[in-house]
Structures are given as C-alpha cells and as structure tokens.
C-alpha cells in the first residue's frame, strides 16, 4: 500500500487517533513526508535506505489470541515476553511494567523531540499501535531480559517510556524474535535518574525477511552510568540509530557495538552523544565484519556545549572488509564548544592484516581457519566484560557467523 493509503485507511487504528494535539502533529509530520520536504541528499537517517522501503508497506496489525507474560525466575530476574508490541501489566515493589494507553497522551506530547529530522522516528509517530511503560524504582537491583515477538507479516510502530529511579542498578537485555516479514520500528526514551546504573544488552539474529528499525534516546542525571552492547548477526535490514544526552554532572555512557554481515545484507548505525554538564565522560566504539556484497555505514557525534567543561569523549570505528565487492563507510564527528576537554576519534578499515594471516598459515593452519582466529580476537576486547551467559550467546552467534565464511 501507499504511505496515503496506510494513513488514511488504518487512522482509527493508531494510538491517541482521539486526542487533537497528537492527531494535528500525525498530520503535520505526514503531509511533510508526503510532499518530501526534508534533505533528501545529506539525510544520515536515509543512509542505506531508500525513501520507498520506508513509505510502501502493508500496514498489518491486530490483537493476537495468544497473550504476553511475566516470569520471575527469582525475586531479582523478570523475563518479559513481548507480543507484538504488547506486554502484560504487572507491579511489585520493585517495578512497574505496563501498556501505553490513550490517557497517557500527555506524556508523549512533552517528549524530546530532538530527533525531529530523523525520517524513521517521523514515520514511528505516525502509525503508532504500541508502546510499553516500565518503571524501575528507587534502590532497586534488578535483570530485565525482554524477548519480542512478532508474528508474520505485523507491522509494528512502538514507543517505551523506561525510567530508572535513584539509585537504581539494572541489567536490560533486548533479543529479537521475529517471524518472515514483518517491520519493526521500535523507539525507546529512556531516563537514568540519579546515581543509577544501567546496562543494556542488545541481540539482533533473524531471517532476511524482517526490517529492524531500533532507535534509543536515553537521558543521564547526575552521578549516572548507561553502557549499551548491540551485537548484530541478522540477515535481515537492521538500522541502529542510539542517542545520548549527559545532563547531570559526573555522567557517563558507553555505545559499543558490533555487526557482522554477509550476502547483500545492509546496516546503518549511528551513535551521538551531547555533553551538556561538566566532569562527564563517553565512549563510543563501533566494530564491523562485512563478507560478500553487504554494506554498512557508521555515524559517530559528539557534541560537547559550552557548559560542559572537563569533558571526555572517545569515538573509533573499525571495520575488515572479507571482499572486494563490501563497502563500509565510517563519519566520525567532534563539535565542541568548551575549551577544558579531551576528545578523540579515529576509525581504521580494511581487509585482514595479510602479515597476521601469512603467520597462521605459515604454523600449517589453514586459510579458513586462520581467518575465523582473526575475526575472533577481532572482538575479543568486547566480550570481556560481559557476564557468562551474554558472551557465551554471542560466541555461538560468531560461530554461526564464522562457518558461513567460505
């Protein structure tokens, strides 16, 4: 169907359709797309995209029969399932889990519109049918792993509202179950309230027939930590697109992520982090491993304003290219409006050291094999600091990925 015809025949369909102010904003947003006015030429939130995978689509989504569930495997691990965008409503003294509903337009009428010139968060606003609240309370300790599924040719346009209290510590962890066909354009505004401390871990592996459109925007108080691993071995089109804004003082966060790609898959990434307050640090490391015709590109921003002195920030991009046929193409970029700062970049890419490879061969190991010890130690820094379970799932996913290469 045309982007018109999604509009104009499901609008009944989509979240707050009752309510004036977010119906106009619908409006507003979709006659912008419509009449494409928007940088069509210098677009990051279009690299590796083309207007039409966006904008033509069938539109599919309805209540399903089967239901959503919480497990508690202790008093400390929830196991969420998500179907479809819909999770089961749940509260404890340690947390508050529930679905978006139509009375809680105000809360999305106030959020952050920074990334006001971002097509997929444009789009995410139009057809809206989901959306989670989870609230993790004060001094809390908690591991959160959410699983979403989603079924055959579904369509899903959510927005999560997650809020870490004060002094909250918790492991999130998002995997992504996906049936043939379906897209997926997922945003998350997330708030690390002070002295807290989250790490998010994100599992990408699925078929060559789903889209992934996974946006994050987090906001760090003062004292807080955020640390994000997204490690994606889909063959299907994934594009993560992760934002940052350091508020309070002593805040930090860290972007890392890791993608492997094969056939004529595509990716796009970007990470960007804004200093806005003094003494906080980021780090923001991006590694590919590209084989056959794939392609992939990687963003890089840091923005440190005036107030933000005694700031630190980091960016590095790595990339092997496996063929001459891949291509990866890597912008790092530092504004910076403070003078007491220490920020670098760098980014490296290329094919595999040919001197590191003659060596293996050179101890009777054969091509194959010694290209897999590369790529291996190639993201071996990465899994250091994972706990057990995390880096046994992605050594199984890299030894998927490795016995591919021919």
């Known amino acids: 169907m045309t982007l ?26 979709f006659n912008k797309i419509k009449l494409k006015d928007f940088d069509k030429k210098n677009n990051e939130s279009l690299k590796n995209i083309s207007f039409s995978d966006l904008s033509l689509f069938n539109y599919c989504y309805h209540s399903t029969d089967e239901d959503p569930n919480i497990i508690l495997q202790d ?4 196991k969420i399932n998500i179907v479809n ?9 340690n947390i508050e889990i529930r679905n978006v509903t139509n009375l809680d337009s105000k809360k999305f009428a106030d959020q952050n519109g920074n990334n006001i010139d971002d097509l997929v968060i444009d789009f995410n606003k139009i057809f809206l049918n989901s959306g ?7 001094n809390s300790k908690l591991k959160l792993d959410l699983l979403h599924t989603t079924y055959k040719n579904y369509t899903i346009f959510q927005n999560n509202i997650f809020t870490f209290q004060d002094n909250c510590e918790v492991e999130l962890q998002d995997e992504f179950n996906l049936s043939n066909n379906t897209i997926n354009n997922i945003n998350y505004n997330i708030q690390v309230n002070n002295k807290s401390v989250v790490k998010h871990n994100v599992f990408q592996n699925f078929s060559n027939s789903n889209k992934l459109y996974l946006t994050t925007n987090t906001v760090c108080e003062k004292d807080s930590s955020f640390s994000q691993n997204t490690y994606n071995f889909a063959n299907g089109f994934v594009r993560n697109f992760h934002y940052v804004e350091l508020n309070g003082e002593f805040a930090n966060a860290t972007l890392n992520g890791c993608f492997f790609l094969k056939d004529k898959n595509l990716c796009s990434n970007k990470t960007h982090i804004v200093h806005n307050s003094e003494n906080c640090e980021s780090n923001q490391t991006y590694k590919g491993i590209l084989n056959d015709y794939a392609k992939a590109n990687y963003f890089s921003n840091t923005f440190v304003s005036k107030n933000a002195q005694k700031t630190e920030g980091y960016q590095l991009s790595k ?3 496996l063929t001459d046929h891949c291509s990866f193409f890597s912008k790092p970029e530092l504004r910076i409006f403070a003078d ?10 290329g094919p595999v050291d040919e001197s590191a490879l003659y060596y293996l061969r050179s101890r009777g190991i054969n091509k194959n094999e010694a290209m897999k010890m590369l790529i291996a130690s190639f993201i071996e820094d990465d899994l250091k600091n994972l706990n057990e379970n995390i880096a046994n799932k992605i050594n199984q996913n890299l030894s998927d990925y490795l016995s591919s290469l021919r």
């Open 132 to 138: 989670i609240f989870i609230n993790v309370k004060k």
């Open 75 to 78: 008093k400390y691990i929830y």
């Open 319 to 321: 990339g092997i290219l």
């Open 340 to 349: 007491d700062v220490k920020c670098s970049h760098g980014s490296t890419i």
């Open 4 to 29: 018109e015809d999604n509009f104009n025949f499901h609008s009944k369909e989509y979240i707050f359709s009752n309510d004036n102010f977010l119906s106009k904003e619908r409006e507003n947003i």
């Open 85 to 93: 965008g819909v999770c089961k409503n749940y509260e404890d003294e």
